[in-house]
């Protein structure tokens, strides 16, 4: 049986200020932007080259707080073009760290507290996730 995630609620204090953090500063896509209610509004938003998109917005029925979602990741080819042009674009990213293995890390949060981290994978990996799709 295939599992496929898909969308990933995140929770916002203010969902015009996280929409403009998701589109301008990070780049995803705004997939959705609707108001099937006046108490509700879903907005879907897609890392460029993800299947997985995330949902923001108001009326959604959870209980999360905003704030905490925690380490979520953005997996990239290029670690430190990623970081630059989320630098460029305003968002305040770490320095790039190494672990052992290859495998790299950058970190930054939304206006909200939620945070995600770029994730660069060594060459050799890489190739065998490319494999297996």
Not at 39 to 53: E, F, N, W, Y
């Amino acid at each position: 049986m295939d599992m496929k995630l898909e969308l990933v609620p995140i929770p916002v204090s203010d969902v015009d200020r996280a929409k403009t953090f998701y589109v301008e500063k990070v780049g995803f896509n705004l997939d959705h932007d609707v108001r099937p209610s006046e108490t509700m509004r879903v907005i879907q938003l897609t890392p460029l080259g993800s299947a997985c998109s995330i949902v923001i917005g108001t009326g959604l029925g959870d209980k999360m707080q905003p704030g905490t979602v925690k380490g979520l990741h953005l997996v990239v080819a290029d670690i430190n073009k990623a970081r630059e042009a989320l630098a460029v674009r305003g968002v305040e990213v770490s320095e790039v760290d190494e672990y052992p293995g290859g495998i790299k890390y950058a970190y930054f949060s939304d206006p909200d507290g939620n945070s995600w981290a770029l994730q660069e994978m060594p060459p050799k990996h890489q190739q065998r996730l490319q494999g297996a799709i």
